[in-house]
């Protein structure tokens, strides 16, 4: 015989339950503030162009800050150019150092260095645009800005630059990602309020998901339960095994080869040091790609 407890459901509660939901919902408002006023306003100090040795003039200075206004607008990272005019041991940890000290402003950027003392220049890929702008992309731009740079016309190099990362921008397939990336981040810093009290479909949605997991729980509480097991009729005093028996079935190997010595395959790996050769990793914990040459 099997025995069943039965409880009595109650369903005045799920329906107190799904009133409430509706009622809560449709009073709901969630806003999506803006970031805040000091970061809003770092956001506008980008000066794009960084003409620490004096190369551009005035009006030189004003179209390679329009050209990095254009393409932040199309494709919302910023293009920096920075001239320096001492010398340096190591180009790329001034790059580094530089993008350290205004990451929270810069963000997504590509940087052009170009140090007419030391006669060297870099490109460097920040944040999202070292996926853009890796290190074969870059390689190729340097070398058309090198004749430009070699007759010291550091204004035409500039040009040329803003139109290849236009190119690239455009062009390169990573480019699909970092449109996602910077979605979300362009919608976290739009000042939008979503009511959901205009939302119909939502609420209904909300509510009928929160009934539905209440009466489920209800319905699994107040089903019938069988309280027998198969314990119920078994005699333990009286159970025994009545025969047992083990059968070989097959036996099975298994053959690894030994793998081959690949130290030399290693040791020919790139590397992404300092000087020209490649990207890193910044002291500011900022990874990014990046090439260099002397001209």
Not at 9 to 35: D, E, G, Q, R, W
Not at 137 to 150: N, R
Not at 235 to 258: C, G, M, S
Request: contains cysteine; hydrophobic residues 30%.
């Amino acid at each position: 015989m099997k025995c069943f407890i039965r409880k009595k459901p109650v369903y005045s509660l799920f329906l107190v339950v799904l009133l409430f939901c509706l009622c809560f919902c449709h009073s709901f408002t969630i806003y999506a503030k803006k970031t805040s006023e000091a970061s809003a306003s770092k956001k506008n100090t980008v000066k794009f162009i960084y003409d620490n040795d004096n190369l551009f003039t005035d009006e030189q200075a004003d179209k390679l800050k329009k050209k990095c206004k254009k393409l932040k607008k199309l494709y919302d990272f910023n293009s920096v150019i920075l001239t320096d005019g001492e010398t340096s041991d190591d180009p790329q940890i001034r790059v580094e150092d530089f993008y350290d000290e205004n990451a929270d402003i810069l963000n997504d950027a590509v940087i052009l260095y170009i140090n007419m003392t030391d006669r060297n220049v870099r490109i460097d890929g920040f944040g999202a645009c070292q996926y853009i702008f890796d290190n074969k992309t870059i390689d190729s731009i340097l070398d058309e800005l090198i004749p430009y740079l070699a007759d010291e016309n550091c204004y035409k190099a500039s040009v040329h630059f803003l139109n290849r990362a236009n190119d690239f921008a455009v062009t390169d397939t990573s480019s699909t990602a970092y449109s996602e990336d910077t979605k979300n981040n362009n919608s976290s810093s739009t000042d939008e309020e979503i009511s959901f009290g205009g939302k119909t479909l939502i609420v209904f949605g909300i509510s009928i998901l929160i009934g539905a997991v209440t009466v489920g729980i209800m319905l699994y509480n107040s089903s019938a339960r069988i309280t027998t097991t198969g314990n119920t009729y078994l005699d333990p005093r009286n159970a025994r095994i009545l025969a047992h028996w083990d059968r070989y079935v097959r036996t099975t190997t298994t053959r690894t080869p030994k793998p081959k010595d690949d130290s030399n395959h290693n040791n020919s790996s790139t590397n992404f040091g300092g000087g020209s050769g490649g990207g890193g990793v910044s002291s500011g914990g900022h990874s990014h790609s990046g090439g260099g040459r002397s001209f």
